[in-house]
T-cell receptor, first 114, second 112 residues
Framework: DSGVTQTPKHLITATGQRVTLRCSPR?????VYWYQQSLDQGLQFLIQ???????AKGNILERFSAQQFPDLHSELNLSSLELGDSALYFC?????????????FGPGTRLTVL | QKEVEQDPGPLSVPEGAIVSLNCTYS??????FMWYRQYSRKGPELLMY????GNKEDGRFTAQVDKSSKYISLFIRDSQPSDSATYLC????????????FGQGTRLTINP
């Protein structure tokens, strides 16, 4: 168990809908990352937050947004969902968010868009 | 073409064999190289990391980086059934934020 928690475990929704994925980092970690894992694209970095501030952006679509709250938990919002958004979404956390910090991954949220 | 290429396998070997997993990359700015292991229905976990070129050993695992060839490898000695998992290489530039670029992952099965 990495200490990173993600809810919900599974999410099934329809195209055009909006969903929110939630992540609680390991105790003491200040940085949170979001990743998308799909069969065709593999594991892709979406966005990183550090202590409430956005630090880095990857291949995150404009329909997706995220935030990190004062208690350091984070939410990833996905809107106007498309079939291609079906994937595993992972949250990871690290202490300071610098390059040599180990990222600890949560168990993921499996999103299915029908 | 992807920045990081990794043969997805699957790779199946008998217990005790030496396993070689590889990735190639195109971005010469990558300086930090990692291997993650992902068991089925779990998140990835960091196995090893290497900065720049060279070798690093940790128990039965050895990571090698050849920056001149833009090629990294992970060797597993005396492979065990518990090593059966998907192995992902990941890499990052030194400058800027911690943006990891992952390979597709190689699914490995160790047969008892």
């Amino acid at each position: 168990d990495s200490g990173v928690t993600q809810t919900p475990k599974h999410l099934i929704t329809a195209t055009g809908q909006r969903v929110t994925l939630r992540c609680s980092p390991r105790s003491g970690d200040l940085s949170v990352y979001w990743y998308q894992q799909s069969l065709d694209q593999g594991l892709q970095f979406l966005i990183q937050y550090y202590n409430g501030e956005e630090r880095a952006k990857g291949n995150i679509l404009e329909r997706f947004s995220a935030q990190q709250f004062p208690d350091l938990h984070s939410e990833l919002n996905l809107s106007s969902l498309e079939l291609g958004d079906s994937a595993l979404y992972f949250c990871a956390s690290s202490f300071s968010g610098v390059l040599t910090d180990t990222q600890y991954f949560g168990p993921g949220t499996r999103l299915t868009v029908l | 073409q992807k920045e990081v290429e990794q043969d997805p396998g699957p790779l199946s070997v008998p217990e005790g064999a030496i396993v070689s997993l590889n990735c190639t990359y195109s971005n010469s700015a990558f300086q930090y190289f990692m291997w993650y292991r992902q068991y089925s229905r779990k998140g990835p976990e960091l196995l090893m990391y290497t900065y720049s070129s060279g070798n690093k050993e940790d128990g039965r695992f050895t990571a090698q980086v050849d920056k001149s060839s833009k090629y990294i490898s992970l060797f597993i000695r005396d492979s065990q059934p518990s090593d059966s998992a998907t192995y992902l290489c990941a890499m990052s530039e030194i400058q800027g934020a911690q943006k990891l670029v992952f390979g597709q992952g190689t699914r490995l099965t160790i047969n008892p």
